[in-house]
């Protein structure tokens, strides 16, 4: 068997480190308490490193990460990643972008509430200084404010829902989502951004790029409402903090409540100074909740990344993630894991690849191919293929990449087709969403079936007649071979049908080669995914 090495840089949550341990087949290794010039010493063990904030993933990091193949931020920002570096290395780059998220949106409204009642100072008189000044503390309330909301993604989205049961006034502004996203929520959806700066209450919710830094300065502040909030819970410099501190001494900004700042920790920064902010310690993603889920995906996404199996949430691909609505993310993962069972299901060198997509993913025909070829090629190629390369080593092995789009015309409203071609027969595969994430395959060589796309699976094609599951049955149990599952498509016309048996233990040859000797069957394959 195979081993894959991991390697954990940082601390994270002991549920990713005990299923990194579970994996037979992972060499799991925890570097988070070595210092970092003692991890560069080690690093070139590693298949794929989980970092967070704590390690550079600098040049000298990849210059010693001689074998790394990819990389998994625990959490959403990649500021301490040089994408660069690992994109022309071949290094692909995940992140967790939504498992701190109601951490993230919970803290925003804490945020808003202690701005809008002055929580930590009035705790402070009567818990510290033991005083009894209710007359001190007249605060306002949410209900009927101005809320404008900057970047409505996850967790902008998030905030405007509970900001809508407090029954305020919502308006957002984010160039890269549809309106619909928004009013859909009853929430006003503008392009012009001073309707923002016209808000009582303004929270941003961006990612840190070239566009978005220092986005609120000291032009957008004079613009604002005497006695406007601001809140950030993103990342630090989405605000000047020139600006935003000469704004609140005075009195333009009557409070903010900051949980990031440009450097970090920023124990002796000019804002601890005023006394109309609330600060925490960078905590959007510290609940206990969030550290489970940071960490057990993290660990999943290095297992998937490490195996070949797909890379989720990888930042340097031909696309961007805020490029992309969040209904495409899916299909893009479901199009690798496709092209990888295609290709197991069809050993042999790979000819041509025809990706056909119906309904409005036919939008994202490219990215949908660039995946379908990572997914086809693994199988030959393992860790030499991946998202940055993917075109180049199609072309140069000669494999023709055909792309279809068309409207949706049957039962989906969106489908996604891979025809793989090699020398030797052609497979043709066919998959859908339910539910915004719910991966299916739909069709496997016209059967119609309803799959999900994971584990250990037995194809088994075979002639319609009595007594064949049985068959089946009694040879996988006779060689304690558990089946989990069970999906059968038929074609009466021709008098054939499909199995696909998903199966708990590894399946050998011994076995496969008595299923292929019943009567009744056409071919048997085996594929993991």
Known sequence: MQKHTIMVCDHIHESGLNLLKSQPDVNYINAA??????????????????????????????????????????????????????????????????????????????????????????????????????????????????????????IGSRVGKRAKAFEMDIVTYDPYIDPSKATDLGIEYTTDFDDILACDIITIHTPKTHETIGMIGEKEIEKMKDGVV??????????????????????????????????????DHPLLELDNVTVTPHLGANTHESQYKIATQAAQQALDAARGISFPNALNLPIRENEIPEFVKPYLELMQKIGFLAAQANRGAIK????????????????????????????????????????????????????ESSASTGAYKNKITLRLTTEKEVTEISGTIFNDDVQRIVSINGFALDIEPKGRMILFKNTDVPGVIGDVGQILARHNVNISDFRLGRDRKKGLALAVILVDDDVNEKVLSELDALEASVYVKYVIL
């Not at 989405?238 to 970090?264: C, M, P, Q, T, W």
């Not at 939008?363 to 860790?383: M, Q």
Request: hydrophobic share 40%.
């Open 33 to 154: 308490d070595l210092p970092k010039d003692e991890l560069l010493k080690v690093i070139d063990q590693a298949d794929v490193a989980i970092t967070r904030s704590s390690t550079e993933v600098n040049e000298a990091f990849l210059q010693a990460a001689k074998n790394l193949k990819a990389l998994v931020r625990a959490g959403v920002g990649v500021d301490n990643v040089d994408m660069d570096g690992c994109s022309k290395r071949g290094i692909i780059v995940m992140n967790v972008p939504t498992a701190n998220t109601i951490a993230a949106v919970e803290l925003t409204m804490a945020h808003m509430l202690s701005c809008m009642r002055a929580f930590p100072y009035a705790h402070n008189d009567l818990k510290i200084d033991r005083t009894w000044k209710r007359e001190k503390w007249y605060g306002y309330e949410l209900k009927d404010k101005k809320l404008g909301i900057i970047g409505f993604g996850n």
């Open 230 to 267: 601001l809140i950030n819970c993103a990342r630090g410099g989405l605000y000047d903090e020139e600006a935003l501190y000469k704004g609140l001494e005075s009195g333009k900004i009557r409070f903010a409540g900051i949980d990031v700042f440009v450097k970090e920790p920023a124990t």
């Open 352 to 403: 041509s690849l025809k990706i056909t997509a119906e309904g409005d993913i036919g939008e994202y025909l490219d990215s949908l191919a660039t995946f379908a070829t990572v997914g086809a090629l693994k199988e030959a190629l393992g860790e030499m293929i991946n998202y940055v390369n993917a075109d180049f080593v199609a072309k140069e092995r000669g494999i023709e990449v055909h792309k």
